[in-house]
């Protein structure tokens, strides 16, 4: 079993150094040279793609967070309202579903029950279906109209990693192409949004390769009783991840919120000594957002926060109100989550494994639960 960890601890430490290479392969022959998405797996008529008027994403646990930060893309790409929904909660309500609404689920493993029932109902409401999915041949991609695959490699880690980057990124493929097939986007803007993400695998190496600080400060946090996540736009579902990972391996109670909401609440948590990771966008993102979020940086360090940040590469603003800044290389705002997340995740498997856990078998938890 050594072996097959290619020398890492745990297969979760080797699953999270896979993701360059997951990302490549998820990427990989889906578009021509000029630029042009060929999505030809794609068992869905692209006359009626072009009529769909609505989105609905189902999945549960980090795949729903996949799902959260598709729906910036989408949405900005395309101009279709998108929805995301935990799949277990879809059915009990009484979701708007018409024959111009695609539903699209995301599952590594195929089968998780939870989002199997739901792609069913969407089915019998008359729901164009389409599964983005790490394992070829499972049940929700066969019971599907469509499916698009993840090809980042059997995962086995209970915690998901790689196959969360690489949904995301299939996800984004899909929003290219409807945005194409609909002309939404100019093919030039395609083009060089799917030059960034080819640039994505080199850049999550770098961030990789300059991991030893966060391990360190791992190793620094394995008493810790509660950290928390703050962030905005596509880094509000990256601080719920990071929060999700903590909670999952290293049983530390962990909560992500959205940066805005903090004066709303949860900055009553906030005490002397409370560890808080911020995720900042972007300082060439638009709306003043990064002002905002190094705002509420200045907030929960005037409050005793212990605050650690990811911010890109060259952005000194962080490093005023920072303990300890994180940087990760410079991207569009929209590809950030597939950089940002991964220090969470070295944080996540480096404290577990400082506490002595067994990081690829959560205690509770099942990597792929086949009931409801
Ligand atoms: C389980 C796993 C999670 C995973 C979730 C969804 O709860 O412990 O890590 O995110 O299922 O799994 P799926 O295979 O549908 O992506």
């Not at 068992?43 to 549960?60: F, M, T």
């Not at 083009?191 to 960034?196: E, H, N, R, S, V």
């Not at 909401?261 to 000594?273: N, S, T, V």
């Amino acid at each position: 079993a050594a072996a097959e960890k290619d020398g890492y601890p745990s297969f979760m430490e080797k699953e999270i150094h896979d993701q360059p290479e997951a990302v490549l392969q998820t990427l990989l022959g889906r578009s021509d040279i000029d630029g042009r998405l060929t999505l030809d797996e794609m068992r869905i008529d692209p006359e009626e793609l072009k009529k769909i008027d609505k989105i609905i994403v189902l999945a549960c646990g980090t795949s729903a967070y996949a799902g959260h930060v598709a729906k910036y893309a989408i949405e900005t790409w395309c101009r279709i309202p998108t929805e995301v929904e935990l799949a277990h909660e879809f059915r009990y309500r009484e979701p708007i579903i018409t024959p111009t609404t695609l539903v699209v689920s995301l599952s590594q493993s195929g089968e998780t029950m939870d989002t199997l029932m739901a792609v069913r109902y969407a089915r019998e409401q008359g729901a164009r279906t389409m599964a983005i999915c790490n394992t070829n041949g499972s049940t929700i991609p066969r019971e599907s109209d469509a499916v698009l695959y993840t090809h980042a490699g059997p995962e086995i880690a209970v915690a998901s990693t790689k196959a969360f980057l690489a949904q995301i990124v299939a996800a984004y493929l899909l929003g290219l192409y409807l945005a194409q097939l609909r002309g939404n986007k100019f093919q030039g803007e395609i083009k060089d949004i799917l030059a960034d993400l080819n640039k994505i695998p080199a850049k999550i190496q770098s961030v990789l390769d300059n991991a030893d600080p966060i391990r360190e400060l791992a190793r620094s946090m394995k008493d810790a009783d509660s950290v928390l996540f703050l962030g905005r736009h596509v880094g509000f579902p990256v601080a719920l991840e990071g929060a999700l990972k903590l909670k999952e391996i290293a049983y530390i109670h962990a909560e992500g919120f959205a940066a805005g909401e903090l004066k709303h609440g949860p900055i009553a948590l906030i005490e002397e000594g409370q560890p808080v990771f911020i995720v900042v966008p972007s300082p060439r993102g638009r709306d003043s957002l990064h002002a905002k979020v190094v705002s509420n940086i200045q907030e929960v360090r005037a409050r005793g926060a212990r605050t650690f940040v990811i911010a890109e590469e060259g952005d000194e603003a962080v490093k005023a109100y920072a303990e300890e800044v994180f940087f990760i290389p410079e991207t569009q705002p929209l590809l950030a989550p597939l950089l940002a997340t991964v220090p969470l995740q070295i944080f996540a498997a480096a404290l577990a494994g400082a506490k002595g856990y067994d990081v690829d078998q959560p205690r509770n938890l099942a990597k792929s639960v086949t009931v409801e």
